[in-house]
């Protein structure tokens, strides 16, 4: 009571000064709404949370999603626009409505999952660019439909319980937040009533953070929409658009083809289309890549996802051993900046003293690297692009570098003369890591960090 009072004599001493102040508590475990009245903002998440003390190393999901948990967040953050509208209407004060901020993330995903079920957008991680606008969350004709809703009009068909979805519904468009905050993975089928949410029968569905079509099954009498086998990974969520077709379009799949060699060249043995992560590579990460921020290599969507952090190396290495071929992949835009030698690559690797590579980082350009010894080089191509192809080429008398931002042609970065990396290099790795004493890239900066994600698809080998 101390602390109410204190804020309604500071709010009490603006007011009589001029305009009402903003004022924000730090209420970081102790959400309660009588003391807490004279304030616009509550400032929670410091402290990760209170959890079951024989929990090793909680998450944000752990932190919230129990009988308690939940419960607190329904009542602290509800239905957080229409109450502020409503009482907007009714020209309440300030001090009425308490708006809910968090402070840290977390781990971006186990903290969206949850977060997004209360309409508080946190910041989650896209794949690079979205190839369409935003939704928009915040408009006046958007309805936010939390997951208590007794409608239905997005239900979890199956793949629950603890599997939950919240709706932004806008004209002729729906968005749709699907959080599994059970500790696996889960396949879960979802039921959109296309006819209640005002869409057309023909709607189609969006992938939003990954930017893919995500294929529907219509219902008997086109009033509804079925969405099956959508994987969600423990404390993860999927973002999907419905609206009508054209609205937010898909990626093309497309791109990328006509830079793929011949079937008969390639070696079938050295590809990946990483719809798994399989057990010839071996992965090498930083020991300083903080637990919070999840898995650090995860295969989404199609893509090798390798979660870092700036100037820490997290890479998958395998066993290589070609000569007189080519190795080429795709680099999807990345989520943020990186440590200037930490950016995503393909390398081939001889030793911790000789190796080539090239990478590909968001907002720069494409780079060839050439380390032999003591002698460093590197050499600049075009910008990268939403994606980036990157390929490294062996030939008996050099090393050719190319890459492609359009997927239709290569241009031609660099030619090293093949004198000095004579032999077939042992190792392929994909990742994050820099040049220095130790061997495979693993070498970090003391320098501060920020998790980071990048996106690897396609590998492939060939004579």
Request: hydrophobic letters at 40%; a positive charge.
């Amino acid at each position: 009571m101390a602390y109410r009072d204190f804020m309604k004599r500071v709010r009490t001493f603006w007011t009589s000064l001029g305009p009402p102040p903003v004022m924000m508590a730090h209420i970081t475990d102790t959400p309660i709404s009588g003391y807490l009245g004279f304030a616009d903002f509550w400032l929670d998440g410091e402290n990760r949370g209170y959890p079951d003390p024989r929990m090793d190393n909680p998450g944000f999901v752990d932190r919230w999603h129990n009988k308690v948990g939940m419960a607190n967040l329904r009542v602290t953050l509800g239905r957080r626009r229409h109450r502020e509208s409503f009482l907007r209407k009714k020209r309440l004060p300030m001090s009425s409505r308490g708006m809910p901020q968090y402070l840290y993330s977390w781990g971006i995903e186990p903290t969206h999952a949850v977060l997004g079920l209360f309409d508080l957008q946190n910041g989650y991680m896209a794949m690079g660019r979205k190839p369409y606008h935003d939704f928009g969350l915040t408009e006046e004709d958007v309805e936010f439909i939390p997951y208590w809703d007794s409608r239905g009009l997005a239900a979890v068909a199956s793949g629950g319980p603890d599997v939950l979805a919240a709706l932004w519904k806008g004209p002729g468009r729906v968005r749709i937040l699907v959080s599994n905050l059970s500790g696996e993975r889960r396949r879960v089928s979802l039921r959109v009533r296309l006819l209640q949410l005002g869409l057309p029968a023909n709607a189609v569905a969006v992938d939003e953070k990954e930017g893919g079509a995500v294929p529907v099954h219509r219902g008997l009498f086109s009033s509804s929409v079925t969405v099956r086998a959508l994987w969600v990974d423990r404390h993860d969520y999927r973002v999907l658009i419905v609206a009508a077709p054209g609205q937010f379009p898909p990626l093309d799949p497309a791109p990328g083809k006509a830079l793929e060699p011949a079937p008969e060249r390639r070696i079938e043995a050295l590809c990946d289309d990483f719809s798994s992560i399989r057990d010839v590579w071996t992965r090498k990460a930083s020991p300083h890549i903080g637990l919070k921020w999840g898995t650090v290599f995860d295969s989404v969507a199609g893509y090798l996802r390798i979660r870092t952090s700036t100037y820490k190396h997290a890479l998958l290495a395998r066993p290589f051993g070609q000569d007189n071929c080519s190795v080429q992949v795709k680099i999807r835009e990345s989520t943020q900046g990186y440590g200037a030698a930490y950016r995503p690559c393909l390398c081939l690797y001889w030793d911790k003293d000789k190796f080539v590579r090239m990478t590909a980082l968001s907002g720069e350009k494409v780079q060839c690297e050439i380390v032999n010894g003591n002698q460093h080089a590197a050499q600049n191509g075009p910008e990268c692009g939403l994606f980036t192809w990157v390929k490294i080429g062996l030939r008996p008398e050099a090393i050719e570098f190319q890459c492609s931002t359009d997927g239709k042609a290569w241009q031609l970065v660099h030619t090293q003369p093949r004198a000095g990396f004579e032999g077939a290099p042992p190792h392929l790795l994909l990742g994050h890591g820099s040049g220095g004493p130790n061997a495979f890239l693993q070498n970090d900066s003391h320098l501060e960090a920020y998790f980071i994600d990048s996106f690897f698809g396609d590998l492939i080998v060939a004579r």
